[in-house]
Antibody
Framework: DVQLLESGGDLVQPGGSLRLSCAAS????????MSWVRQAPGKGLEWVSG????????YYADSVKGRFTISRDSSKNTLYLQMRSLRAEDTAIYYC??????????????WGQGTMVSVSS | DIQMTQSPSSLSASVGDRVTITCQAS??????LNWYQQKPGKAPKLLIY???NLETGVPSRFSGSGSGTDFSFTISSLQPEDIATYYC?????????FGGGTKVEIK
């Protein structure tokens, strides 16, 4: 099956850390730059971070810069998001996707089902 | 960052009605605009890419138009299964930004 499967979401205290994973299958993971997009409860979509196909270039929203680190492991076809110094406002469903900019759309866009991160004491 | 202003934030229409949503970018984004549908508990689904191109498998009652800063999305004949929240999205550059969403309900 062609899919992205996120994991690692949990309830964590403010100031804590968490690492999200996104396992890709059924397509050539290494051909696509990847992103994390989040959605706070009852709110809209927010792009969080992106990474190039090689992993050599990473990008972050101002809201997470310096606290989150995106990475990828081509041998495991897996995308990661290391989150530190978590705040209540980081509470959201986190989606991984091959959405990115710039890109020339090739007819293939995929999203995972999401993983829930809750930051609360 | 490019701001995306989407309107209305919600609408209620009857089955068979024509529904239009607009999205305005804070600067010229050419045609680097997508439209998504999101149903409760689900990931967003791409409907329209590059402002006006229908994604494969998406019903032809969905359409998009515009370029530069002003864009629109239309459902030509609203169906019960179209109940969802719709988002525009700019991908002209990073950060990718989304409109605030339009919740579509049946009257």
């Amino acid at each position: 099956d062609v899919q992205l499967l996120e994991s690692g979401g949990d309830l964590v205290q403010p100031g804590g850390s968490l690492r999200l994973s996104c396992a890709a299958s059924g397509f050539i993971f290494n051909n696509y730059a990847m992103s994390w997009v989040r959605q706070a409860p009852g709110k809209g979509l927010e792009w969080v971070s992106g990474i190039s196909t090689s992993g050599g270039s990473t990008y972050y929203a101002d809201s997470v810069k310096g606290r989150f680190t995106i990475s990828r492991d081509s041998s495991k076809n897996t995308l990661y998001l290391q989150m530190r110094s978590l705040r209540a406002e980081d509470t959201a469903i986190y989606y991984c996707t091959n959405l990115f900019s710039p890109r020339s759309y090739d007819g293939f866009e995929i999203w995972g089902q999401g993983t829930m991160v809750s930051v609360s004491s | 960052d490019i701001q995306m202003t989407q309107s209305p934030s919600s609408l209620s229409a009857s089955v068979g009605d024509r529904v239009t949503i607009t999205c305005q970018a804070s600067q010229d984004i050419s045609n680097y605009l997508n439209w998504y549908q999101q149903k409760p508990g689900k990931a967003p689904k791409l409907l329209i890419y590059d402002a006006s191109n229908l994604e494969t498998g998406v019903p032809s009652r969905f359409s998009g138009s515009g370029s530069g800063t002003d864009f629109s999305f239309t459902i030509s004949s609203l169906q019960p299964e179209d109940i969802a929240t719709y988002y525009c999205q700019n991908y002209a550059n990073l950060p990718i930004t989304f409109g605030g969403g339009t919740k579509v309900e049946i009257k």
